[in-house]
């Protein structure tokens, strides 16, 4: 029989936010500094950035498990691995994923029966959604903006969101380039596009608005004409985890039915 793990870091906000979500926050001991700041999480050490970490400080905390996320916290898992942790690095880069990754943890800590009632209920949400989104009288073209120099589109999940909410997402062929170097896009190119909505969300910085609306050409966009530029937190959407799929999709789904003409 395998017990699940008792001792968890997590390094990354949505582990942290699932496991949680599952009932199972007394099995974490250590957290990223940009996890959840709820009251069953309050107390526990933050021993992690986004891609930095101290491994002396998550080793002093004795884990069974070290959950990771993506490419981005590669050289922090090896560093783990080589001192003797067992690490799991989920990869969730679209909404399909994430819920994948919502069982995944459920299995590890020992919750299956609730990471199958809790993935159930978040697809049925996202189905709603859908079927909301598909009945919008247009489906305006949207500019999700990740990152502002150089530009940068949506991750898979946030497009994937975008669609639902009733959106077209600008550069549907850059959604499955799960590396952020490889969404780079030209500014131009952009603005050749005509996006209808700007929605932008920098890394944890504010957006500055009055910078993406005097870009060069982009005057001539829909969304600037408009004044249709706005701003979604980082924490609600740029997180591969629940909150993207329920908070950051309400966001969406506020600012594209505007656009789309529905109050």
Not at 70 to 87: E, H, K, P, T, Y
Not at 217 to 233: F, M, Q, S
Request: charged share 25%; net charge neutral; proline share 6%.
């Amino acid at each position: 029989m395998v017990l699940p793990a008792s001792r968890i870091v997590c390094l990354s906000a949505e582990s942290a936010e699932i496991l949680a979500a599952l009932g199972q926050a007394g099995r974490i001991v250590g957290l990223t500094a940009y996890a959840p700041r709820t009251p069953d999480l309050a107390g526990k050490p933050r021993v992690a950035g986004f891609s930095t970490a101290k491994p002396d400080r998550i080793l002093a905390l004795e884990p069974d498990l070290v959950i990771a996320w993506s490419d981005v916290q590669a050289d922090i898992a090896a560093a783990l691995v080589r001192a003797g942790c067992n690490v799991l690095v989920t990869t969730q880069h679209t909404v399909e994923q994430i819920l994948d990754t919502i069982l995944l943890l459920g299995a590890v800590a020992g919750a299956g029966e609730a990471a199958q009632a809790l993935a159930s209920e978040l697809r049925a949400h996202l189905e709603q959604c859908r079927q909301w989104g598909d009945k919008l009288p247009s489906h305006p073209a949207v500019w999700f903006e990740e990152w502002m120099d150089p530009l940068i589109s949506g991750a898979g999940w946030v497009e994937d969101l975008v669609e639902i909410a009733g959106g077209r997402p600008l550069f549907p062929e850059l959604r499955h380039r799960w590396r952020a170097a490889d969404r780079v896009v030209d500014p131009a190119e952009v603005a050749r596009r005509n996006p209808e909505l700007i929605l932008a969300s920098w890394c944890g910085r504010r957006v500055r608005v009055d910078a993406i609306r005097t870009r060069p050409g982009w005057d001539a966009t829909a969304a600037v004409r408009n004044g249709r530029i706005h701003e979604i937190r980082s924490n609600l959407i740029l997180q591969p985890g629940i909150t993207a799929l329920r908070d950051g999709l309400a966001e969406l789904r506020r600012h594209i039915a505007a656009a789309a003409g529905v109050r």
